[in-house]
Structure formats: structure tokens, C-alpha cells
């Protein structure tokens, strides 16, 4: 378990802690900002091995083990993710940033199956797929709620404050993910994963708006069926799939109780409100390093929007200059020094183009 001390980390060692016949952990990594619940995990679990910082996380990714569940936030949770799947482990994924900085790289060292999502909507397109081939897969959906201002237009959203931001709909999340949430940099970053995960182009994955996030993605196939997986907008599930692939824990979630009334809403995605989207799909499809380019731009505008030396519509706009001006080089022989170093770079930019504003 990496980055155990986290929201996924201690959901996880929930699910350990209520199924004991089931799982067993040999292994836990945090990044030290909780150094007493760490030690409070390290002395319940007694794993074979412990560690705080990003060494320590990518020495025990290669701990022999069932599954490494990759928790940890942010662009140091690549090379860990390389380390696991070196050692042929079953890697359940929740550090998108692998995924969307060094994609080409992480591809290229998984071997077919190895990965299995974490993320709520791409735990759910996989769990969908399994009702067809890969050659009768038509479109992937990727449902989205809004986040807090959804409705709103660009000129509404001029004024917006980060207090405002933080009010996810659904979610308690971090300060980053909840204002990506906001600004659907979020959904952004997960349509370039799903690209990832599953080999799909990008014209054949869509975004749409579902307020009450009960149905966490689909799958459409080429005969019309549209199949879904549906839940609480919670992460218990994509958590215990991670962990037991290709099995279900019993009694992870609670069900949705059929017996009360409920209306769901899809709402098209406001490509000109909310340009990410279209943003982060340009920036896959440019390829090499440019999706690294967006996720660490975006980190420094997130930042510089909650310091107040940024407006709420700015973000999107700064990543795109920066995304403009990024030379991607070729993805062919991209190292993880490469994805490094276009990481610092847009992080450089982002900050000069803020200062400039």
C-alpha cells in the first residue's frame, strides 16, 4: 500500500481491516505528512516492510506481493508505478499523474491486464467492458458532475473564490482535486487516462454531466447498448475491485436503496464555460510530453488561484499558453528524466506567465 496515510490509503486498510481471511498487507509507504498514523498503521498491520518518502515507496513497490496499490498523490508516484510493474505485480491505480505525465512510458512497460484502475469512473468503464470485446466497444462515457458552479457561464465565473471552489457537490477531496473538480481539469485528466488505460481515441471518448454521480461511467457498443456501473458516490468499491480483480468483495458498499424515488440528470458538457476538456484532448493527442506539461501547469495555477494572484477562469487559460508553448519531443524514447524534466519546465512557465498576469 503507497501513500497509506491518504484518503485511498485508509479506505484500503479499511477494506484489510473488515476482510482479514482475504487480505493481507506486507507492505506500506506514506510520504511522511502523518508520521503518527503512519506509525498507528505500521504497528496494526505489521507489514514486512515500511517507509516514509518516495524511495521508500519505490524500494517496497518492488517487495514481492499480489497487488500494489499505488495511493500516493501526485508526479512522485511515477517511479514507484514503473517499480511495480517491473516486477510484474498487479498494479491497482489511483496516482492518475503516472498515467497522464508519463503514459507512454508506464504502456510501455505494462504488460496487457497488469494495470487495473482505481479512479471511480475508470473502475467502472472497466467493469462495463466486460460485457463485450474490445472490437464491439463503440464510445466510452465519462460522467461527470459539474462540480459546484455547474450552469454557470464564463462571465459568471469571472468572480468566483477559492471558498467557493472547495464546495465539491458530493466529494470531501484535497484542495487540488477538489478546485480540478471545479474547473473539470479533473475530467480532463481523466479522459486523457481512459485514452491510457484503454487504447480508445479520443474522439470516441466523451464527457457527460451527471449531478448525482450514481452512474460512474458507460460504455457503449457498437449495436446501440449502452451498459453502466452504477453505485454511492463513494470510493469503496473502485478500491475493493482494485484490491481482488477480477473478484467482488461482498459487503464493500452499501446498495442504492431502489425503494425511494430519485431523478437522474445528463447534461451536455459547456465546452466554452469549462474549455479543459477540450484542452487536456488536444494535449493527448499531441502526444510526448504535453499532458505533462498540462497536469503541471495546472498545479501551479490551482496554487496561485488559492493565494489570490490568480482568477478561477485564468487556470485554464494559463495551462493552455503553457500547452501552446511546450515542446513535446517524440514519445518513442521518452525516460522518466524526460517526463521530469518537462514537469519542471511547465511548472517554470506557469509561474512566469502568473506573475505576468
Request: contains cysteine.
Amino acid at each position: 500500500m503507497l501513500g497509506s496515510t491518504g484518503s485511498i490509503g485508509t479506505q484500503a486498510l479499511d477494506l484489510v481491516r473488515a476482510h482479514p481471511d482475504r487480505f493481507r498487507v506486507v507492505g506500506l509507504t506514506a510520504g511522511g505528512g502523518n508520521r503518527s498514523l503512519f506509525e498507528r498503521q505500521v504497528e496494526e498491520f505489521a507489514p514486512a516492510v515500511s517507509g516514509l518518502g518516495e524511495q521508500a515507496s519505490v524500494d517496497i513497490a518492488a517487495h514481492p506481493c499480489d497487488v500494489v496499490l499505488n495511493g500516493i498523490t501526485g508526479a512522485v508516484g511515477l517511479r514507484p508505478t514503473l517499480a511495480a510493474l517491473d516486477a510484474g505485480t498487479t498494479l491497482a491505480l489511483a496516482n492518475k499523474e503516472s498515467l497522464i505525465i508519463g503514459g507512454p512510458l508506464v504502456r510501455a512497460r505494462a504488460r496487457p491486464g497488469q494495470i487495473v484502475p482505481v479512479d471511480s469512473e475508470h473502475s467502472a468503464i472497466a467493469q462495463s467492458l466486460r460485457a463485450g470485446g474490445a472490437d464491439e466497444v463503440d464510445r466510452l462515457v465519462l460522467t461527470a458532475s459539474g462540480g459546484p458552479f455547474r450552469g454557470r457561464t464564463r462571465t459568471e465565473l469571472a468572480d468566483v473564490t477559492p471558498e467557493q471552489a472547495l464546495v465539491h457537490p458530493n466529494f470531501a477531496m484535497g484542495t487540488v482535486i477538489t478546485t480540478n473538480s471545479a474547473t473539470l481539469v479533473n475530467k480532463g485528466l481523466e479522459v486523457i487516462e481512459a485514452h491510457l488505460l484503454f487504447d480508445v481515441p479520443f474522439d470516441r471518448i466523451d464527457v457527460v454531466v451527471h449531478p448525482q454521480q450514481l452512474i460512474h461511467s458507460m460504455v457503449q457498443f457498437v449495436d446501440g447498448a449502452v451498459v453502466a456501473q452504477l453505485g454511492l458516490p463513494t470510493m469503496l468499491v473502485p478500491i475493493s475491485m482494485g484490491l481482488a480483480w477480477p473478484d467482488r468483495v461482498p459487503g464493500a458498499e452499501t446498495p442504492i436503496d431502489w425503494t425511494q424515488a430519485a431523478d437522474w440528470r445528463f447534461e451536455p458538457l459547456d465546452d466554452d464555460a469549462f474549455p479543459a476538456v477540450r484542452l487536456a484532448r488536444q494535449a493527448g493527442q499531441r502526444g510526448g510530453t504535453a499532458s505533462a506539461a498540462y497536469n503541471a501547469a495546472n498545479e501551479v495555477c490551482v496554487e496561485a488561484f488559492h493565494d489570490g494572484r490568480l482568477r478561477f477562469v485564468d487556470i485554464v487559460d494559463v495551462v493552455a499558453e503553457v500547452v501552446g508553448r511546450h515542446d513535446v519531443g517524440s514519445a518513442q524514447h521518452l525516460t522518466v528524466d524526460d517526463v521530469l524534466a518537462a514537469d519542471a519546465w511547465a511548472r517554470t512557465e506557469a509561474a512566469q506567465i502568473v506573475e505576468g498576469t
